[in-house]
């Protein structure tokens, strides 16, 4: 398995210190909901969490909470609340986002203000190692003490005061030393500590979080590009100057950005969709597939038609894991055997093993990894449709295995009970095709356009025809029927209904 080490700058063989992988990942700040560009993040690695399990390896994962923090007060002055109050409203609302979207909880969630004692060893030990000076009741980090500053994101200490904004004070002896302790302001909460009345700096706490639970030296350490500089860069220097141990993280992966429109999804440009908007909208698995189908490192374009085709896409996933083979094997097998195709021409469950295998050992390409989940699931609608339940069994149960690495729940849907006036699924059994082409389809299509005028029926009554439509076209193709299946994609297009196909399957919408 090679994973791609940000400080390196290239894939490596993931080589863990023993058979535990020590994973600590940037946790929160609660001031405010949650946002798909937070989902995008704990997803990815709760599902590089859930592989690595899958690969043997036992994992002990751990994620902060960063319940005190400049956001935090200000939010908190703005609403004339107490900032631990607001902390801890979203932390709660946090909690509730992971769980819906089933994000496995951590083993350990240490919050900033519990830890206070350890963060204070910490900062000590620097002091007194000659990496921090205490200075006006705050501690500033000596960036000159740490020979290899900037290695993670490869820049110099010029490039770096010229590349962004620098808390200035006369009190620090390098513009880019930075805050382990601050002093405390008026009517903001502190602690007390040999320095004065304070409060730990942003940096200092992830540091002080995974020495204590994790140790010297973590194997994974994830969290957002938008970290790499200044945090993660600043918690490897005052880390490894702690404790003397180099590397202090042996492989650290970033997960990129989902993007609104050009600009970076976040809180302070105000341009987000809240994890609960989205949930409420497409539900936990059509956001995961919309997550997973883009490779971790990547950005992540947000937009209305990309979820809509990942929940379209997620039917698919559904079906395969829970449909029947009732409505369909007989009049299919009757069809496939004056085509010459065998019940049994099913592509084997482990070269879909294999293949998922394949794609997240290199450096977990979930794209990859879920474009072979919707091969398996079309597999398994072929086992269904030529009635070899042997095939469906064994593959199902693959396909469930690789679907719960990816985190999707795959829930059974509601029975769907149609209401149109048109003959049952069984009476059609034992037609061929061409047989329905005649008279079954053309009444099937001319039905649906019915139901489409008639206010009374629900569009949702409609669904389990087009989608019947659909898989006929689907085995027309595969057949190289292409005539025939494009005079079915033309009378939907009559009707108001888009098809759209891709290399997973294919979806359709309405234009309305």
Not at 152 to 176: V, Y
Not at 210 to 224: A, F, N, Q, V
Not at 395 to 403: D, G, N, Q
């Amino acid at each position: 398995m090679k994973v791609f080490n940000t400080l390196s700058g290239k894939k490596e063989e993931f080589l863990p210190q023993g058979s535990e992988v020590k994973m600590y990942v940037c946790g929160v700040t609660p001031y405010d909901e949650c946002h798909i560009g937070h989902a995008m993040s704990y997803i990815t690695f709760d599902v590089i969490r859930r592989y690595l399990r899958f690969k043997g390896y036992r994992v002990k994962y751990v994620q902060n909470v960063t319940d005190i923090d400049d956001k935090i007060i200000d939010r908190a002055s703005k609403r004339g609340v107490k900032a631990d109050e607001l902390a801890r409203q979203y932390t709660d609302s946090f909690f509730q986002d992971m769980d819906a979207l089933n994000i496995e909880r951590a083993d350990e969630y240490p919050h900033a203000t519990g830890e206070i004692d350890k963060i204070k060893e910490v900062i000590q030990g620097l002091i007194d190692k000659g990496h921090a000076y205490p200075t006006g009741g705050s501690v500033y980090f000596r960036v000159k003490s740490s020979p290899d500053y900037g290695k993670l994101s490869r820049r110099s200490l010029e490039s770096m005061m010229s590349s962004c904004s620098i808390e200035m004070g006369r009190e620090k002896e390098h513009p880019m030393d930075f805050a382990l302790w601050k002093a405390a302001k008026p009517g903001e909460p502190y602690w007390e500590s040999p320095w004065g009345q304070g409060r730990p700096g942003w940096h200092i706490e992830c540091s002080a979080m995974s020495l204590k639970y994790l140790g010297d030296t973590l194997d994974i350490h994830g969290g957002g590009q938008d970290l790499i500089f200044p945090h993660h860069e600043n918690e490897i220097a005052q880390s490894e100057c702690f404790t003397g141990t180099k590397p202090f993280v042996r492989y650290w992966l970033h997960n990129g950005m989902v993007q609104f429109g050009e600009e970076k999804m976040s809180k302070s440009l105000g341009n987000l969709i809240t994890i609960k908007e989205a949930l409420d909208r497409y539900g936990a698995d059509a956001l995961r597939i919309f997550v997973l189908s883009s490779h971790y490192r990547s950005p992540l374009t947000y937009s209305e038609e990309a979820i809509e085709a990942a929940k379209a896409g997620l039917r698919r996933l559904v079906d395969a894991a829970h449909r029947t083979g009732e409505c369909y094997s007989e009049m299919y097998r009757s069809y496939f055997e004056t085509q010459g195709v065998k019940t049994d021409d099913i592509a084997p469950a482990k070269s879909f093993y294999d293949r998922f295998i394949s794609a997240m050992d290199d450096d977990f390409n979930t794209a990859q990894a879920l474009a072979t989940l919707f091969d398996l699931a079309s597999e398994i609608n072929r086992a269904l449709n030529l009635g070899n339940q042997d095939r469906v069994t064994e593959h199902r149960a693959t396909f469930k295995e690789l679907a719960d690495v990816l985190g999707l729940l795959l829930p059974e849907p509601e029975a769907e009970e149609p209401n149109l006036d048109i003959e049952p699924f069984s009476k059609l059994q034992d037609e061929t095709i061409s047989k329905i082409r005649k008279v079954k389809m053309e009444k099937l299509i001319d039905e649906v356009g019915k139901a489409l005028e008639n206010p009374a029926v629900s569009t949702d009554d409609v669904k389990p025809y087009i989608n019947w439509l659909v898989d006929i076209r689907t085995a027309l193709r595969k057949q190289r029927h292409f005539q025939l299946a494009d005079e079915i994609r033309t009378e939907l297009d009559k009707l108001g209904i888009i098809l759209e196909d891709t290399p997973m399957d294919t979806f359709w919408k309405y234009k309305n």
